[in-house]
């Protein structure tokens, strides 16, 4: 008989450990980064540089946003378990000298949870957070007037393909755009289209097309001073309406973008 009770005591601890692991399974938070995979993590890199963006003052910044990006460096979640990580990159342009200020705005319009801290310094200034879910978002000045921040998923399982969201429209936010090409007497040899979802709704669209000129002069005469953000050899970004523009020259062509939402 004791031993029955034994047997039975046993059985029923074992049902015990075994229902709370799979109630931990299915609504515990994870407690460490290995128990998410990228596909989790990439709702977070949207959110926060959602956040960034929807932080930014419209009337004196242009920014642009990137796909997601497979990072070069290898990694392991485990001894046992080969890991990837993907990031997705914010470029914003300011004026010389808002590159401080842009970030102490950031800062102050990210969620608490975030844990922001911002460092400044004679030749350059940063910004750290926590953006949740094991996801750093970093921020920084690269150059003069140029921004770059940077969501990075850190070492996950990928356990699906990394897809961006699909765009609703091809056409959205491509007049800009089309503008300068129509202005250079150019074609577009390629289009992209970026998207993300906001985090207080909508959506932040980035629209760039690649033209067969690197010559840019007679766009660049089309838009008002008044308008214009960032003006050097190789990049010219301005205001259009409610969309952020940019002329970029890479080598043999140039890289015409157009951002708006949120």
Known sequence: MKRRWIIAGTAAWALAIAGLAYFSYRYDSPTARDQTTIAEALPTLDAALGSVYSALDPASSVAVLSGYTRTDQSCRVTSAREGTRFERVLMVYVRSSDEGPTLDRIKAALPASYKASVSHSVTTHTLSADAGNFVLLRGGMVAPGQLRFTAD??????????????????NANRAPVQAVLDTLAKPASEWRTHRLTCPAGGALWTVEAKAATPDDAKARTTVPPSAVILDSEKLFAYRAGAAGVTLRKDADSLIITSTAGC
Do not use: K, L, M, N
Request: hydrophobic residues 20%; charged residues 20%; aromatic residues 0%.
């Open 153 to 170: 998923t850190g070492c996950r399982v990928q356990d699906a393909p990394v897809e961006e969201a699909t765009p609703q429209s091809q």
